[in-house]
């Protein structure tokens, strides 16, 4: 039976969402299953591949969108397709630089970064998607990429847990806070490079250098009106964020670890 055209409309949470959501998932579950028993180098090695397979499918998908006439025109206001402005620099797409990194060299505060910051900066976009990404077919090209790489960001990042890679502590969040600091001004310079260069005049990767309409940011800006430094109140936030996720982890290392000592 052939489907209806109005199915393969995608919009943040409508059917299709929560479909598509859980089909990753169980992508995600496979992996795991396929992957428990083996070595840790293997289970590195595998989720690194998955990474990189990603960025590579990320840069095709890119090269598609730079034919897309539609595309094109709801870019006009920004000067159009140009590929300054869609290097995978953003919170939503960076894990797939930063993840084969943080897993072949075990990095706690690299893995850790991509394990609460990746995730869910790729949740943000998939909830709140850009201009013409939002409200067409799924079967466009430009949204076959953008949710494909968008969804594997999240699952590659909750598999650094799965996969028995990460499991988030307390004492990292002190090292996370002071990467994700590093990471962010490191693409703020990459943003002030594009735009002294006129490679790319707009160039505003991690919202550092402009708030761009958002609320939250708004406000911060009202507190700290320069360009970087009013992301610092964020940090809060982001620790408290943290803290949701791992206390439960905390726990439940906890509770095993009494386990232990009355056996």
């Not at 998932?25 to 289970?43: C, D, H, P, Q, Y």
């Not at 090695?45 to 960025?55: E, G, P, Q, R, Y």
């Not at 847990?161 to 002190?174: G, K, Q, V």
């Not at 693409?187 to 505003?204: K, Q, T, W, Y």
Request: net charge positive; hydrophobic share 55%.
């Amino acid at each position: 039976m052939r489907l209806p055209a109005a199915f393969w409309i995608m919009t943040p949470l409508n059917a299709l969402f929560w479909l598509t959501t859980a089909a990753f998932l169980l992508l995600l579950f496979v992996i795991t299953l396929i992957l428990r028993n083996r070595s840790e180098r293997a289970r590195r090695v595998v989720l690194a591949a998955l990474s990189i397979l990603t960025l590579i499918g990320f840069f095709v998908y890119k090269y598609y969108l730079s034919l897309d006439r539609e595309y094109d025109v709801i870019m006009a206001e920004m000067g159009g397709f140009n590929w300054w402005s869609e290097l995978p620099l953003h919170l939503c797409n960076i894990n797939m630089i930063l993840l084969p990194i943080a897993v072949l060299k075990k990095s706690r505060p690299l893995m850790s970064f991509c394990f609460f910051l990746g995730p869910l900066g790729a949740v943000m976009a998939l909830l709140m998607p850009g201009s013409g990404f939002g409200g067409h077919s799924l079967l466009l090209p430009r949204m076959l990429g953008y949710y494909g790489t968008h969804f594997m960001v999240v699952i590659q990042g909750l598999a650094l847990e799965t996969l028995d890679l990460y499991r988030p502590r307390l004492r990292d969040l002190p090292r996370t806070v002071v990467t994700a600091l590093g990471i962010t001004f490191a693409v703020f310079c990459i943003d002030l490079l594009l735009r002294v260069s006129g490679l790319n005049p707009r160039a505003n990767y991690f919202y550092a250098v402009e708030t761009e309409g958002n609320f939250l940011l708004e406000i911060f800006r009202k507190w700290i009106p320069y360009p970087f430094l009013y992301l610092l109140p964020g940090v809060g936030l982001l620790v408290a964020y943290m803290l949701v996720f791992t206390i439960p982890f905390a726990i439940a290392d906890r509770n095993e670890r009494e386990e232990l000592e009355q056996v």
